[in-house]
């Protein structure tokens, strides 16, 4: 039974989730907190990953690491993407198994679910259709992470959950514009138009496309519930079940930014829109008993301070 005396490893906890997941633990109160380094610790080398758990011997593990990026690195690094990510969750999954650590919760992505899919999407349509190409190989590196999940837990008794959040935002996020996902992507242009004073601000695609997103502390704390639940599914979606389309979150971040300076969006029609519509079905995590309960407001104007410390 895990406890505040229990081991922890969260790998990947210098990430956007990973480092909430760290924070949110602290908060609970909880003590014995494992974390490591990419210099110390090359989570693609299966023996060291062996070895480091043998050594830590954790109760738990969050694997919140993995490679990740929005439509252009997805799609020009499509190699990287399927390797690093099958690597990371296959080291971590197998060696948990190897050390006898029978709890784990693995972190996926909406992204796993096919492209046309019938909104709001279930749990139970994985694998029901076509993925987006654009990030297809990571989508399929998470869908085999899944897979290993269930199989383990079939197979050795394991007690392995997969939690795929929707877009997720919030403090310590990636803001490169090519290397990003669409919401950091969108609130650095924003900010740079305001600080650079410019007239107009250029987004990919015709902003028509609806997304849903949830702010970082709610997954953490998603993450934290799941840990100590015991489920007989092993992948429950994290969401919070509203969708909006991509111009409403310009206008969001816009008025939050620019209040008294309306600035000219100018939509690239040439540039991919990806995946037309994503909203997850939450009925699962509701009937155990989880609801997010951040305002996306609220988390769009702390997450912009937090951006303002570390990046104006």
Known sequence: MINKNSKIFVAGHNGLVGS?????????????????????????????????????????????????????????????FIYSNLC????????????????????????????FCKQPIKEKYLLNGE??????????????????????????KTNYKCLMPTNTFGPN?????????????????????????????????????????????????????????????????IGTGKDYSIKFYVSLINNIILPNNRIRIKYDKTKPNGTPRKVLSVNLAKKYGWVAKTNIENGIRITYKDYLKKKN
């Open 88 to 115: 990371i969750q296959n080291n971590l999954i197998h060696s948990a198994y190897k050390c006898n650590i029978k709890n784990l919760i693995f972190l996926g992505s909406s992204c796993v679910y096919p492209k």
């Open 20 to 80: 909430a997941i760290v924070r949110k633990l602290k908060k609970k109160g909880y003590r014995k907190i494992i974390t490591v380094n990419r210099s110390k610790l090359d989570l693609t080398n299966q023996s060291k990953v062996l070895n480091f758990l043998k050594s830590k011997k954790p109760d738990f593990i969050f694997i919140a690491a993995a490679k990740v990026g929005g439509i252009y690195s997805n799609n020009k690094y499509k190699a990287e």
């Open 173 to 237: 996020d990636n803001y490169d514009l090519l290397n990003s996902h669409f919401f950091p992507a969108l609130l650095k242009k924003i900010h740079q138009a305001k600080k650079y004073k410019k007239k107009s601000v250029e987004v990919w695609g015709d902003g028509s496309p609806k997304r849903e997103l949830i702010y970082v502390d709610d997954v953490a704390d998603a993450c934290v519930y799941f840990m100590k639940k015991k489920i007989k599914d092993t992948i429950i979606n």
């Open 131 to 156: 993925l987006e190409k654009t990030n297809e190989p990571y989508a399929i590196a998470k869908i085999a992470g899944i897979k290993m999940c269930e199989s383990y837990n079939y197979q050795y």
